[in-house]
């Protein structure tokens, strides 16, 4: 079945520097995919995605990149700041409005 | 406000004891499902509807069931809990005619099982 797979599953960074999370994703299908994060306690919330037909995506700090070839995709935060500090997830989804499959998940820590 | 709103938001119950947890979205979104998230395993979809009367095991069904009467609730409903099902829980909507895919996320409901 379908599968995503996310790496790593925490990441420690100091206050200015870039995070990187990895995510790869078994079903070709696939063309939609979201990236959430989640606050301590808090529900996910969206905060970029990227269709199968771009190849990079860049909202302020953040940027997602996705290579369809090696089904693999990539959240990217620079100027890491102690808000970054939060569980980031991956998602991948075949077919419009259906279902998202998660990535396990990484706790990312940004230290003053 | 468009949200989804899930009740109740702290549960614990004992073993055999049937459960339901509420969701309810104003959004007239037409698709819903449920999630549930544990440490290590990401989410994982239990069920999923994609409108009135249309329901859909997703990847961990067992020991649940859903209904969709109405196309702003979906019901999770637990009919003899086991404490493998302690976890939280979170639904979520999405319009599949705005064709963005953005799911909307309610606040979650943690559930003990004893």
Redesign the interface.
Known sequence: ?ENVE?HP?TLSVQEGDSAVIKCTYSDSASN?F?WYKQELG?????II?IRSNVGEKKDQRIAVTLNKTAKHFSLHITETQPEDSAVY?C?A?YN?????I????TELSVKP | EAQVTQNPRYLITVTGKKLTVTCSQNMNHEYMSWYRQDPGLGLRQIYYSMNVEVTDKGDVPEGYKVSRKEKRNFPLILESPSPNQTSLYFCASTSLMDRTDTQYFGPGTRLTVL
């Open positions: 079945g996310q599953s939609y979201p808090k529900r996910p919330q969206l995605d997830f998602a989804s419009q409005g259906g279902k998202l998660f990535g396990q998940g």
